[in-house]
């Protein structure tokens, strides 16, 4: 008995099923690399430091944690640490407890403010 002809391998299909299963898999993934990867930590910084780039007028917004922290964001990134690489965000210690010279200061030159507790541990 005859065995039947092999049909011919249908490639279109082949490739659209192996393009579906690629999108299926790399979507979630940008997804995650995106938004996990889209936030840097933030460096600490001197307390010097930090008053040098707000007198620039280089800090857009703070977060001021408790009356000993503030964690910002510059408006043009700065080379921070040893690896002068450049930070968009930064952790800075108050150098007294206390926040409200330092709060009017930040109003002086414009920056959006928000406050939050203290955190227990960094």
């Not at 008053?51 to 964001?73: A, C, D, M, P, Y």
Request: without cysteine; hydrophobic residues 40%.
């Amino acid at each position: 008995m005859p065995t039947p002809p092999k049909k011919p391998a249908n490639w279109g299909r082949v490739s659209k099923t192996l393009a579906f299963w690629v999108i299926v898999i790399l979507i979630p993934v940008a997804f995650l690399q995106f938004t996990s990867g889209s936030r840097e930590p933030a460096p600490d910084i001197s307390y010097s430091r930090y008053s040098q780039e707000l007198e620039r007028n280089n800090i857009k917004r703070v977060v001021v944690q408790g009356e000993e922290v503030i964690v910002g964001e510059f408006n043009a990134p700065v080379a921070v640490g040893s690896g002068a690489r450049p930070a968009s965000r930064f952790t800075v210690q108050l150098p007294v407890s206390g926040s409200e010279d330092e709060v009017k200061r930040l109003r002086e030159r414009n920056v959006d403010i928000k406050a939050e507790k203290a955190r227990a541990s960094r």
